[in-house]
């Protein structure tokens, strides 16, 4: 009984994190706009990292499924505006709906892109991000390019006064939550052998084949947890918080780049990582664009080769080597 | 019965024939060698058996069951664990992840759960004198214990066949006596097996084989008991020279 909650010791941590951030954000005066921007980081570094860290294929094309989970809350609240007993009914079908588009989304993408190797893999992501966007403004699904503006729905639906504190408070936590979520997913995954699967296969795609593993069906579920995660965060964060959505505010390649900066900065494959990433790549990012203003992208471009070459494992991965031997590693992962 | 039957294998690359109509068979806890000179085929007749390449021609059986196009990650469960020339560790995992894997989605990854396959690769561990690097990254060994590694996770798979590519390329000669011997043991006592393969007739391999297979420019030459095999004019003349000594190296 007691090794298998020390399993779960690591999640301390990343709870202590987030009760932390939830703290400040309350009680620091307009430091909530800063909390807030943090929590979609963390979310979507955690959410991210389920695919990039643990199977270490780069997905440039993820935003998309933050993409089509903004739709999904969108499509949910203007479809059922009218349907006013629903009440905060309506945002759980949104989630709903939010998680199965982008699950529809990642295995048509998954059953085809995921047989590529690495790189092939990386270049035809690129491709399906934007070539979605124009299906959208092309087919004009969702209104096309007119985008979707649905404050006036959700008002209807919750209130005013509801509405309202949706936007401005609980879009938050819910983004808090599905942050918390994500981790203890993958917390499970790495304690199962989907995780014992994904390092092989991120390791040595061959010998993991060789030693009988079925790389593309982990490879997959990877891939759609990562993708539902990021749907839900859409919904939240882009839906919820903002109640419109235009293509190419959503279809947004640099959403994944930071993503990319986010889950690598912490460590990828590594539980705290994307929390530990997102708190340094969103406090820096928000102090250098009132310090720095237009510098901060060349900043992270340096920054990120640094990494690369000097830790490549991450401030998480680097921590983790050095408490290896001592009480504190039960705790870092 | 055979464990392992090749037909006719033939495995080009290009207009390079690396395995050219190749049969032979194993039996249940056999022990075979392959012996051959560098770009005899050795390893690609190993990636045939094992479903990294599927053959141009010819047939692969085990237990009787075709599997000349079995996907290779399919042929684990089966029983088919192998080596690699160059170690493949799962380099940010430990010894004892790395070796848990090989239990986990080998003959019995149905039955173990992730603490099971865990015990399987102590055991495993203990048994390979492994110990001191339990908990190391496997990609921190030194390439001896790399390939102690590989075979102790391909040992935890349970396999019915254990292909080795070169594993005791490198080591010292007294290590590779204890190695052999340990794992000719350990197949004995689990009815493993074993292929071995190995650039030059090594004294360790060759005194425990039963069988000697000798591969020239990917055409088998000999297929015999051992003490036939090296008696055998071809063997004497490309292995032996004239003193008829054996090679260590
Ligand atoms: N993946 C490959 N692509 C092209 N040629 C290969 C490949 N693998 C092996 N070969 C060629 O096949 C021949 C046999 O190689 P190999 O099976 O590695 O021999 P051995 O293991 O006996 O040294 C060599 O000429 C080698 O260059
Ligand atoms: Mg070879």
Redesign the interface.
Known sequence: MNSKLKKYYPLLPVCVAYLILFLVGRNVTGIWQLVSTLLFYCALGQAFNIFLGMTGYVDFGYVAFLGVGTYGMATAVTGLAGYEGLGVGVIVIGFALAVIMATLLSMAVGAVALRLRGAYFAIATIGVNEGFRYLIEGANLWNGSSGMIFTAELNQILGRDLAGRVMTFWADILVLIIGVAAAVVTLLYM???IG??L??L???E??????????TKFKIIAFITSASFAGMVGAASWALKTPYVFPPEVFEIHYTIEAIIIVMLGGA?TLMGPLVGALIYGVSKYYLSIFLPGFQLFIFALVIIVIIVLFP?GVVGVLKGKT?NNRLKQLIL | MSLLRLENVTKQFGGLVAVNNVSFEIKEGEFLGIVGTNGSGKTTLFNVI???FFPEQGRVFFNDMDITRT???????LGIG?T?QIP??????TVR?NI???A???TM?KQL??DQSLEVADHVIERMGLGKHR?KSAGLLTPVEKKLMEIG?ALA?RPRLLLMDEAMAGMHPNDIDDMVEMIISIGKEENIAIVAMVEHIMRAVVGMAEKLIVLDQGEKIVDAPTDEALADSRVVDAYLGKSGETKDA
Do not use: C, Q, W
């Open positions: 304690n199962s052998k014992y699967a390092t092989a991120r390791e040595d061959d010998a993991a084949k060789v030693m009988g593993i079925h790389v494959g494992e290896r | 094992n479903g990294v996907p290779s990650y399919k042929r684990a469960p192998r690699f493949r560790p799962f380099a940010s995992a992840e848990a894997v090989g986990m989605f080998g990854g759960n992730v908990l996770r798979m």
